[in-house]
């Protein structure tokens, strides 16, 4: 009797040694896969869970500072180096693989409201509520005890806020007026005032180098040019904006974190609106920093958590949290992309990853081809209802969930009170505005 | 030397305190507004004509003095500067302007990278190729550097690397000049108009500003007609209220030609003063009348569409409400005056030879005008004709009153016939080329004549005219309303049009192409909700999803279309034969014969309805009974159960009746609804946002990606990623080399 068997040349499958590429035939005629479409659903929607598996984003934190933290700054050069500033004074720099503080110091007395580096990063300012500007320099000396800075700045008003030229020894402070520094001199070379009210932000645009946006406290954003103009421009919103970052590959764009919850990105050429609203925080946002890609940016709000933007969009897609941080009140993105750096109320430097389920390090090709993949089956069934509820599913702390069913139902309330006024008016006495030309209250020329 | 000083002071206490001239001790960024003291004026200066008249004396520059004197007649002094906060705001505006323009430079490339599909950072742009830092040139020496080196060894190449003393070129620096100098001459330029306009006092030049302005109004409400009707009638209806409001404040109040002339008269003669008295009470009339008509939409809509297309303000026909009598008293009026000018120019035209030019002139403005009127009032162009023929109109009842009493006045009777005659030719555009050749070839005289003639046949019956040109101006206007109605009704559809139509212009500098969609985007709040206990707790948002959606109640049972199909045929009684039917109906015949045959016992349809209603029935949710034996009541063996608490309703949790099935009015059909229930909650329930249709979004998900099912180059390269960083590199901001550097 003939027993039927399946037999191939194992030359055919096997390999010789280990490293061997081993060729599959493959025919990729579609009706010998019928199930091609199933399968890859199938595929995505592991992925997804995979995605959601290891979504561990907290790396670690750094503590050593003995009151709040104030500011961050990120050197423009290293990725390792990090400089925090607290409200006693105190200047670290930490190196952030290590987890190591490499540096303390008193700096100031009272709160360090602003740390800068230099473009090349030989030195860094620092300024503090004692109404000074101090010069530090990078290395650092044999000894603490001689700790000294190199140069020391009175300035005769009261500093809040300062930010580096990218390129030029010039850096720009604000407080009761606008100054733009020499590095050389003890003296602004310009002051800039428009208005009577104190500015409590400034930031160079790093792309279009001498233009200047501050924060003022009367709930405005001026614009500034360096070379000869001074103030351009004045955009009143509705609640104070907090905190102004330019988009580093988009010249034009800039995005504000305000009082009222929201961010907002505009263009400066049409300051009349914003170009877009990013919502999601339940309370004042307090910080926020792009990615040095342009495409995301970071925010820290008072509502104890961190959220991740994606510049085009006006929800977040990404919120962190865990159950020690409190308010925040800064936060970076790091220069690779790969990380996010955030300081808080309670002294904790925190490590996070920018993307929350990324693995760290080298990969090698095939697992970073399979990573590649899964990315974009996620991308490509993002919208069928089992990926997108569990891409999309977070947990967060109870009182975020309290804060957002509140807004919500306020939001409802004035939105149905509006339906109701508008029903029982004369047609077109109450107008539809839409949402994102309902913040801003004048543009001043 | 106290006393001295003591003297001199009191002797000074009469005078008057004189501040003596600032002069600057140390250099500062700011200066004290108390050190800027007034100069005393002419005292201490030294005047031009002082140091002229010294030359009077040397012939030798009498040149230069005239030359000097000349210059100080035609310069004159700098104008004050403007107000602080003005000219800041003007400077800011400029800079602005200056800075958005500056701008637009990286418009291609921030276009460029939001819509590419894959990037890589750092941009390859970023490269940093410091030139000349790592690389050392090669150079060939030559025959005496050679030989040089052979003497004393190698020579070392010395590259001075000067620092440039400036960090700018001369280029640059120039260039830059020349950009600050035209910031300047701009911020000038609107300095100077800013403080010209302010200046001008002149009641006519805001006069003229006003007209400008309206005309611009018009424009816009042109324009705003085409895209937006709804909007424009909001603008036309602001135009016609300042008109309004204008005219009514300028009509009959005495301020006209004729007005003047009468005051001047009125003086001696009573009659001229009861007529500007009674004008003035007509300008009260009317300006009540039109507070009243305000109230009335209708009338409102009347009289908004006659004063667009009406200039004149003594045109009768500009209100309605005007009564035949008014317009005659005013009427009256306005002939008087004609005739007493032409009897005093009258002299004059039979002097001066008469200008033909200047007849032809007048025609071809009058008609320039009325061209205006016309592209003013695109909309209501149908009243716009026979309001000015009515004008003309107007102008020919003025020569038939004066006909009627042309008997009671002295004056010549050849001399006003003619000049309203000529009038009339001036008036009206119809017969303009007769106008012009008449004017042209012949005098006025002779030919308005004729003109005059048949003048006099249409005002025979001018009441007949009048009441055919009412009618015909009612007609008109129900037409406007009409279409205003329609237009209204139209209004929103347009207005998301023009919306559209409208993006693309406010980015005119916009460079991106339609994106055509390939993936879905998800712009939406994260799905978030809190741990309680290990157990998920339904999110607000889900809950509140919940409550949003509203199931509306069926209105239509089910209906078997069957039942409705056994209703009994009627037939048409047609001439024409159905012959195509004939063939099939008798093989059907027979095939049917064929089955009733087979199917001899069992009624299939009957069979088939009872199977369906089972299924319904089976398939419908019942209403459950929480009912628990022993609860209220006493148990036990030997204890009877009532079945009227079994069915108390209490307990029963009732299911509703009407319940859609989508077999419902589908006749012999059943559907299983529950068979894909696994599957449904894998499916997308809608078109997902970037996506119009579902073939688009079919399309878009239909391609496979894996390496299963396609060769390694294409998987390799549709799993790029968007963005790409390489570990452990710092990517700069972008510089402003990436943007091409272009020439000039």
Redesign the interface.
């Known amino acids: 009797m003939k027993v039927k068997v399946l037999s191939r040349n194992p030359d055919e499958y096997l390999r010789e040694t280990k490293r061997d590429l081993h060729k599959t035939p ?1 025919n ?1 005629d ?1 009706n010998l ?1 019928p199930f ?2 199933a ?3 199938v ?1 995505a929607l592991n992925a997804v869970k995979l995605e959601r598996v290891f979504a561990k984003p907290f790396v670690g934190n750094l503590d050593g500072h003995r009151d709040d933290i104030s500011c961050l700054s990120k050197h ?4 390792s180096v990090l400089l925090s500033g607290s409200y006693d004074g105190e200047i670290r720099v930490w190196d952030v693989p290590q987890k190591l503080c490499l540096r303390s110091f008193i700096a100031h007395e009272g709160i360090v409201r602003g740390i800068t580096y230099e473009p090349n990063g030989k030195c860094f300012f620092t300024l503090g509520d004692d109404k000074t500007i101090k010069t530090w320099n990078t290395a650092a000396p044999n000894t603490p005890e001689e700790e000294e800075p190199i140069n020391t700045i009175l300035s005769k008003t009261v500093v809040t806020g300062i930010s580096h030229h ?1 390129s030029k020894p010039v850096f720009a402070t604000c407080g009761e007026i606008c100054q733009i520094w020499e590095e050389s001199r003890s ?1 602004p070379i310009h ?1 800039y005032k428009w208005g009577v009210d104190s500015l409590h932000d400034i930031s160079f645009n ?3 180098t001498n ?1 200047l946006a501050t924060c003022a406290s009367n709930r405005s954003i001026i ?1 500034y ?1 360096t070379r ?6 004045k955009v009143v919103m509705k609640l104070r904006p907090n905190r102004l970052v330019w988009n ?6 800039f995005t504000c974190a305000n009082e009222d919850y929201n961010l907002y990105s505009f263009d ?2 049409y300051l009349k609106k914003p170009v877009n609203v990013h ?2 925080h339940v309370s004042a946002v307090i910080d926020l920093d792009y990615s ?4 995301e940016f970071v925010s820290g709000s008072y509502d104890k958590s961190i959220r991740i933007f994606e510049t ?8 962190y949290h865990t159950k020690r941080m409190q308010r925040l009140t800064c936060v970076l993105w790091s ?4 990380y996010i750096l955030s300081g808080s109320d309670e002294m904790n430097i925190r490590i996070w990853k920018a993307r929350a389920s990324e693995k760290l390090g ?1 990969l090698k090709p095939r697992e970073r ?1 399979a990573l ?2 899964s ?3 996620k ?8 990926v ?2 569990i891409a ?7 009182h ?2 309290n804060a ?2 509140e807004l ?1 139902t306020i939001k ?1 309330k004035i939105k149905r009170k509006e339906a109701n006024r508008r029903v029982h008016s004369k047609k077109g006495a109450v107008p539809f505005v839409p949402e994102r030309a309902k913040h801003v209250v004048k543009e001043d ?1 | 030397m106290a006393e001295g000083k003591l003297i001199k002071n009191v002797l000074n206490l009469n005078k008057k305190i004189t501040y003596p001239k600032p002069s600057r001790t140390e250099p500062r960024t700011e200066v004290s507004e108390f050190n800027l003291v007034k100069s005393e004026k002419g005292k201490s200066n030294v005047r031009v004509t002082d140091l002229t008249n010294a030359l009077k004396k040397v012939s030798k520059q009498a040149k230069v003095r005239q030359r000097i004197q000349s210059f100080e007649k035609k310069v004159k002094p700098l104008p004050k500067p403007l107000e602080k906060v003005k000219a800041d705001r003007i400077h800011r505006s400029t800079a602005f302007g200056k800075v958005t323009k500056h701008l637009d430079r990286w418009n291609a490339v921030v276009t460029s990278n939001r819509a590419s599909n894959h990037l890589t950072f750092p941009l390859q742009d970023d490269l940093n190729l410091e030139s000349g830092k790592n690389f050392t040139t090669f150079r060939i020496k030559s025959d005496l550097q050679k030989r040089l080196e052979a003497c004393d060894g190698p020579s070392e190449e010395v590259t001075l690397e000067k620092e440039s003393k400036y960090p700018l070129t001369m280029q640059e620096m120039l260039e830059r000049r020349k950009e600050m100098m035209k910031m300047k001459i701009i911020e000038s330029q609107k300095a100077a108009k800013a403080r010209r306009q302010k200046k001008i006092k002149s009641k006519k030049y805001h006069r003229i500003q006003r007209r400008e302005k309206t005309k611009n109004q018009i424009k816009e409400f042109e324009g705003l007609q085409q895209s937006n009707p709804e909007e424009a009638l909001k603008k036309l209806d602001e135009i016609e209220r300042v008109r309004v409001e204008e005219r009514a404040s300028l009509r009959h109040r005495n301020t006209g030609k004729w007005a003047k002339n009468k005051q001047i008269k009125a003086k001696y003669d009573s009659t001229n003063r009861q007529e500007l008295a009674q004008q003035l009470a007509i300008s009260r009339e009317l300006t009540q009348k039109m507070n009243m008509d305000e109230s009335h939409s209708e009338s409102e809509e009347e009289n908004r569409t006659s004063e667009v297309s009406v200039n004149n303000p003594n045109n009768p026909w500009v209100n309605q409400i005007k009564t035949s009598e008014e317009v005659e008293t005013f009427l009256k009026g306005y002939r008087k005056f004609w005739e007493e000018r032409n009897s005093g120019n009258e002299a004059k035209v039979s002097e001066v030879s008469t200008d033909i030019s200047v007849p032809n002139e007048v025609v071809i403005n009058e008609n320039d005008i009325t061209e205006e009127n016309i592209s003013n009032t695109v909309k209501y162009k149908d009243t716009l004709s026979p309001i000015h023929k009515k004008k003309t109109q107007d102008e020919e009842t003025t020569s038939s009153d004066f006909k009627e009493t042309r008997k009671k006045i002295s004056t010549s009777k050849k001399r006003p016939r003619d000049s309203t005659s000529t009038l009339k030719a001036e008036n009206d555009t119809i017969p303009l080329s007769k106008c012009e050749n008449t004017v042209c070839l012949a005098t006025s005289h002779w030919e308005v004549g004729i003109l005059s003639d048949t003048d006099e046949d249409e005002c025979d019956d001018i009441d007949v005219l009048f009441e055919k040109y009412s009618d015909n101006f009612k007609k008109n206007l129900d037409e406007v309303k009409q279409s205003v109605k329609v237009t209204k009704k139209r209004a929103p559809k347009q207005k998301k049009e023009q919306q559209k139509a409208k993006k693309p212009k406010r980015n005119s500098e916009d460079l991106s192409f339609k994106i055509q969609a390939k993936r879905p985007i998800i712009d939406e709040p994260l799905d978030e909700n809190v741990e309680v206990n290990g157990k998920r707790e339904e999110t607000g948002l889900s809950l509140a999803l919940q409550q949003d959606t509203y199931q509306p109640t069926r209105a239509t049972k089910n209906i078997d279309p069957n039942d409705i199909i056994r209703t009994k045929p009627t037939d048409l009684q047609t001439e024409l034969p159905d012959l195509l039917d004939l063939d099939d109906n008798e093989e059907n015949d027979d095939q049917r014969g064929a089955i009733v045959e087979a199917f001899q016992d069992d009624d299939i349809v009957e069979s088939f309805q009872k199977e369906k209603h089972d299924e319904i029935e089976s398939e419908k949710p019942k209403d459950i009974n929480l009912f628990l034996p022993g609860w209220g009541s006493w148990g036990g063996p030997g204890v009877i159960q009532s079945k009227k608490k079994r069915q108390n309703r209490r307990f029963i949790i009732k299911f509703p009746k009407e319940f859609e099935r989508k077999d419902e009015n589908k006749g012999n059909l059943i559907i299983n609804e529950k068979s894909n229930e696994k599957v449904k909650k894998h499916l997308v329930s809608d078109v997902p946002f970037p996506f119009k249709t579902v073939k688009d979004f079919e399309a878009s998900i239909r391609a496979p990606v894996g390496n299963t099912f396609v060769p390694e180059t294409a998987f390799r390269r549709m799993i790029k990623p968007a963005v790409a960083t390489k570990l452990g590199t710092v990517i700069h901001p972008m510089t402003e080399e990436i943007l091409l550097k272009t020439k000039g």
Not at chain 1, 76 to 79: E, F, G, I
Not at chain 1, 228 to 233: A, F, N, W
């Open positions: 493959r990729y579609p896969h091609e479409s399968r890859e659903y595929r423009p050069k290293h990725l990218r003296e002051t790093p792309i279009e233009l614009l040019d000869d103009s001074g103030p351009l421009r580093p590959m988009e010249a034009f764009i400066t050429r919502v999601d040095p890609t342009g495409k085009g969009k006006g929800h977040s897609r990404e919120i220069l690779d992309n790969k080298t081809t590649q993949y990315e974009v089956l991308e490509k069934y993002a919208t069928h209802p089992q997108r509820r999309r599913h977070r947990q967060v702390p109870k975020i969930y957002q069913n919500r409802q020329i």
